[in-house]
């Protein structure tokens, strides 16, 4: 007796041996799987698509990659610098490793008052919303208000040897590094930066 046969017999047993509020139910049961079967994998698919999308931001965001959103401002004078995608995807990488575990989507978790969003970065003193004074905070980083030091407390190159993530970057991944902190925001949106409302 073959398997398919077997099983036609024991479905015949169980549709004769049952009354019909059982019949029912087993029925119900057999379909219902189907569709929780078809549920599950809507629900599946509803919550992996924006896991997805954290994994790889650039697939949501990849029509963005236009020639306003590449230009950043290079130094306080106005210069500007158009960055290549492959730069920024670079910049995101590194920041990620180096930055990431307290400036995780922009914000800082030591203060969740300073982010690195342009707005407060133009409101840093000196300003730190271009290349060139971001590369400058990473090389020796002062307070908010520029009055001191806090080498000792925020990596830096200067304190490498305190915080040896830093030990291993050079002056064009700081520079990748500035440029990405720069160009996500106009990425991510008010996301970026945005602190606990978007968590």
């Given at each position: ?20 509020p059982m ?20 629900l ?25 959103t590449?230009?950043?401002?290079q130094n ?12 920024v ?8 490793q180096?930055c ?5 989507s ?31 905070y ?8 520029g009055?001191?030091?806090i ?5 830096s ?11 291993d ?5 700081l520079r ?17 930066g ?6």
């Amino acid at each position: 007796m073959t398997t398919r046969s077997l099983n036609c017999v024991i479905q015949e047993i169980v549709v004769y041996q049952h009354h019909p509020p059982m019949n029912s139910f087993l029925h119900r049961l057999i379909t219902g799987l189907g569709s929780m079967t078809r549920r599950c994998g809507a629900l599946l698919a509803v919550f992996l698509l924006p896991l997805a999308m954290l994994v790889n931001p650039s697939a949501a965001y990849g029509a963005n990659w236009d020639t306003d959103t590449l230009t950043v401002p290079q130094n306080a004078q106005g210069a500007t610098a158009l960055l290549t995608e492959a730069e920024v995807k670079s910049g995101r990488a590194t920041f990620n490793q180096s930055c990431g575990s307290c400036h995780a989507s922009g914000i800082t978790k030591t203060n969740h008052n300073v982010g690195l969003d342009p707005e407060t970065l133009a409101l840093a003193t000196p300003p730190r919303n271009s290349i060139e004074s971001l590369v400058d905070y990473l090389n020796d980083p002062t307070s908010y208000d520029g009055e001191y030091s806090i080498a000792d407390l925020h990596p830096s190159l200067r304190s490498s040897d305190i915080f040896p993530k830093m030990r291993d970057l050079s002056d064009d991944d700081l520079r990748l590094i500035a440029g990405y902190i720069l160009v996500a925001p106009k990425i991510q949106g008010d996301s970026w930066g945005g602190g606990k409302i978007y968590f």
